[in-house]
């Protein structure tokens, strides 16, 4: 029997910065296989020929995508087993425990330095418009966040806070019913969505496939949906459940989601631009409306009104950015690509089957 693919992104565009949590997705595995080089598209088709081997093999994984390109991969873990696959020239991680967990792959040697001579003056351009439009990118998203603060600080305004913590308790009354494990919970985490070159984009349905209860959180920003799913992971934890706690997209700051995998069992934030509802027929689907505690005044809907345009302005900018820098990014890496020494690449490659 096969196994299952579940997506998730590998890297959020966020308005802290790029943001990635494979050091603590490494943490998670028994071995760890970093790929060390100078990469083009080819690297994301090994790792998924990596995730398919084995899933041909009973096995489930979980693939992490690009944030800039659809369908391209950046990592590969391989659940149960505990193996990660990472292309570690982009992400932020380094081997921490070689000659034990992490072992080193090194493509560098795969690279024909005539072709890469030949078009090192289009590389160094591209590089530079990159790199430009990569600051760019970054600062339409700081300014989003800074816009979407001051939205938070309308709503604040309005919110009834103890209505809030008094339908918290509830919420925890029901999920939990009382269950406690007899052992420590484990805290991992992951990312469902991002801004891309083509907008908001998310994996939730893929994620929350198998789940038989999916909650849906509906609420004005800055009225506490992350603050909740913090304090509902931490109860969980309390209570011997593992949890997994999945990232924002655009807040670094913040979570969007919550999954209970013993339970079956997700809550998450589903306002835009991850607006989902309940599937019909879907038994376990449940709306979490928390807008009715915070009220607003015609007043503050005007303002907010003025504000989220504003925001979607930033967004809209910062998405024009994140085409721009992709189609720089898409052109160097087809170059490397061209420059890649197939033979020696499947050589190399081969080391990584089987493991």
Same mark, same amino acid.
């Given at each position: 029997?096969?196994g299952s693919i579940t997506k998730f992104f590998g ?28 990469f083009g598209f080819n690297a994301s088709n090994l ?60 493509f560098y040697d795969c690279l024909d330095k005539g ?190 009104? @003025?504000? %989220? *345009? $504003?925001? !979607? /302005?930033?967004?809209?900018? =910062? +998405?024009?950015?994140? #085409?721009?820098?992709? @189609?720089? %990014? *898409? $052109?160097? !890496? /087809?170059?490397?690509?061209? =420059? +890649?020494?197939?033979? #020696? ?11």
């Amino acid at each position: 029997m096969k196994g299952s693919i579940t997506k998730f992104f590998g890297q959020a565009l966020t308005g802290q910065g790029l943001k990635d949590l494979y050091q603590e997705i490494a943490k998670e595995a028994e071995e760890v296989y970093f790929l060390k080089g100078i990469f083009g598209f080819n690297a994301s088709n090994l790792l998924k020929e990596i995730g398919y081997f084995y899933v041909n093999r009973g096995f489930d994984i979980e693939f992490f995508y690009d944030p800039l390109f659809e369908n391209t991969v950046q990592a590969t873990f391989v659940k149960g087993i505990g193996i990660l696959f990472l292309q570690s020239s982009k992400p932020s991680i380094e081997p921490t425990r070689l000659g034990t967990r992490d072992h080193v792959i090194s493509f560098y040697d795969c690279l024909d330095k005539g072709i890469l001579k030949k078009h090192g003056q289009r590389l160094k351009q591209l590089s530079e418009e990159a790199e430009e439009w990569h600051h760019q990118l970054f600062d339409a998203l700081r300014s989003a966040i800074e816009i979407h603060d001051e939205w938070e600080r309308q709503t604040r305004k309005h919110m009834d806070w103890k209505a809030l913590e008094e339908h918290q308790e509830e919420l925890l009354d029901q999920i939990f019913d009382g269950m406690l494990l007899n052992k420590t919970g484990t805290l991992t985490h992951r990312l469902f969505g991002t801004l891309t070159p083509v907008g908001a984009r998310d994996f939730l349905q893929n994620i929350t496939r198998n789940l038989e209860r999916r909650y849906f959180i509906k609420g004005l920003p800055g009225t506490g949906k992350s603050t909740m799913l913090k304090k509902l992971a931490q109860e969980a934890l309390k209570r011997g459940f593992d949890v997994q706690q999945v990232w924002c997209g655009l807040d670094a700051r913040s979570i969007d989601m919550v999954i209970l995998p013993e339970l079956k069992f997700c809550i998450f934030d589903s306002t835009a631009p991850h607006e989902y509802f309940p599937a019909e027929g879907r038994v376990g689907d449940q709306i979490v409306d928390i807008a009715k505690h915070c009220p607003l005044t015609k007043e503050t809907e005007e303002k907010i009104q @003025e504000i %989220e *345009k $504003e925001y !979607r /302005g930033a967004i809209l900018h =910062a +998405t024009n950015y994140a #085409k721009l820098y992709a @189609e720089a %990014e *898409k $052109e160097i !890496r /087809g170059i490397v690509d061209l =420059a +890649t020494d197939v033979s #020696k690449w499947k050589k190399q490659s081969a080391r990584l089957f089987g493991k």
